[in-house]
C-alpha cells in the first residue's frame, strides 16, 4: 500500500495559514528582483550557496531597492541647502531651551533627560515655524551595491534605521497641518514650553515643578489663541492635536535624514548636549 498523501492531510487552516505568512513578505524585494537586479541576485545567490552559514549575506536582510513604504529608504534631493537649514533651526532650538529660566533652574540631570526627550519635536516645530520644506529621492543603487560587494551588513551604516518613505510621509504631513494651521511666533513659542515641560520623561527629580511649568504653558496657549482668535474655540485643541503627531517621528529619522550629512559618525545627542551646557 502507497502512503497517505501528506499533502492530502494537511488542515486547510495549516495551509491558509502559510499562504498568509508567504503574503505577508515584502513582494516588491523577492517576485521583482530577479528581474530588476539580475547582478545583484546572481551575487548574493553565489555567496549564499558558497557560505551557507551566519556570516555570509542573507539575501532577506540585504538592502535592495523596495517599493514597499515600510523598506524603501530616501535621502534628501538637496542635501547641502537643506542640511544648512535645518542646522540653522537646530541651533536656535537650543538656544530657546537656554533662554528659558525655568529650565535653567532645573537639575542638570533633569535638564538633560527633558533635553533627551524633546529635541526632536522641538526641532520639527522650528522646521514648521521657518517654514523648511524639502524634497526627497530615493538613496542611490550604487551606494547598495557597495555594501552588498564590500560585506558592510554589520557596519554602522547598516544598523541604523534609515529614513523611508512612511517615515517622512509622517513628518511631511505633520509638517502640512502646522502650516495649515498657521501659528503665529507666540503660538510657536507657548507649544513649544508645553513640549519641552514633559513630566512624564522618566526618572525627574522634579517631576511635579516640570508638570506645573507644562500647565502655566498650556494655559498660556490657550489665553494666546482666544486673544488672537476669538470665536475659535476648537483652535486650541486642533493645535494639541496637531502636536501629538510629533511624537510619531523618531529623533533616528530626523538624524539620518537632515543631519548624518553633515556630521558623520558623531553622535548628535552628545553635540546638543555640548551646545546646551558648555557653550
Known sequence: ??????????????????????????????????????????????????KPSQDCLNYSSVPHR?????????????????????????????????????????????????????WAPLFILGLAQERVDFEVTDVPADSMLKKILLNRQESLEAEREQPTVAGVSKLKSCLKKFWSLDLSPKEYAYLKGTTIFNPDVPELKAGLFVEGLQQEAQHALREVVKLLHPGH????????LTASMLQGITPTLVTELFFRPVIGQADLLELLVDMLFYR
Open 66 to 118: 523596495c517599493n514597499c513604504e515600510v523598506r524603501r529608504t530616501l535621502c534628501l534631493e538637496s542635501p547641502s541647502e537643506i542640511c544648512k537649514e535645518a542646522s540653522a533651526v537646530l541651533v536656535k532650538t537650543v538656544h530657546f531651551m537656554k533662554s528659558l529660566p525655568a529650565f535653567n533652574q532645573l537639575p542638570p540631570g533633569d535638564q538633560f533627560a527633558l533635553l533627551k526627550s524633546c
Open 233 to 240: 474655540e476648537e483652535r486650541f485643541a486642533r493645535i494639541l
Open 1 to 50: 500500500m502507497r502512503s497517505p498523501s501528506v499533502k492530502g492531510h494537511l488542515s486547510p487552516l495549516y495551509v491558509t495559514g502559510e499562504k498568509k505568512k508567504m503574503d505577508s513578505r515584502c513582494h516588491c524585494s523577492t517576485n521583482n528582483d530577479r528581474v530588476l537586479n539580475p547582478i545583484l541576485y546572481n551575487i548574493l545567490s553565489q555567496m549564499d550557496s558558497r
